[in-house]
């Protein structure tokens, strides 16, 4: 038997469909992680979200995040440690939904918080400081960070 043009066609279509197959299999099989269960609620809220960043930039000195060591140094502004600092530490994994982490601040008395890095797998986070002073301002401050 002699291989003509009709069995390259049959060949061809039949990788074709098997690779097609292959990429079908492939999709179901990944999963995908959105930023945020609760999206569409929080895009609505979204305008408080720029208020609070703007109320954050306009500070003299606005809050810094850094890596040192085995453990991430969160320094909020001087200006708000004696008006009662209170909110919330998103550790936010956008690779990982289920590896995102939530901390309530907690001061020492230098006006810092040291968060762990040890059960944190290495990669990028993003660390989402929302809080505010007895007065009723809010900020909200968001910092990349890179977990070796």
């Not at 061809?12 to 098997?18: P, Q, S, W």
């Not at 909020?76 to 939904?97: C, M, N, Q, V």
């Not at 918080?113 to 505010?132: C, H, I, P, R």
């Amino acid at each position: 038997m002699k291989f003509h043009w009709g069995h390259g066609i049959a060949l061809f279509i039949a990788f074709f469909v098997l690779f097609i197959g292959v990429l079908v299999v492939k999709s179901f099989m990944t999963t995908f992680h959105l930023e945020a269960d609760n999206y569409y609620e929080q895009e609505l809220a979204y305008q408080q979200r720029i208020d609070n960043t703007e109320n954050a930039n306009s500070l003299t000195e606005p809050l810094s995040c850094r890596l040192d060591g085995g453990s991430i140094v969160i320094t909020y502004p001087p200006e708000h440690l004696e008006k009662g600092l209170k909110g919330t530490i998103y550790l936010f994994r956008p690779s990982d939904a289920t590896k995102d982490q939530k901390v309530a601040i907690n001061i020492d008395t230098t006006g810092k918080q040291k968060l762990s890095t040890s059960g944190m797998l290495k990669g990028f986070y993003k660390v989402k400081v929302e809080w505010e002073i007895e007065g009723g301002d809010k900020f909200y401050s968001e910092n990349p960070i890179f977990v070796n």
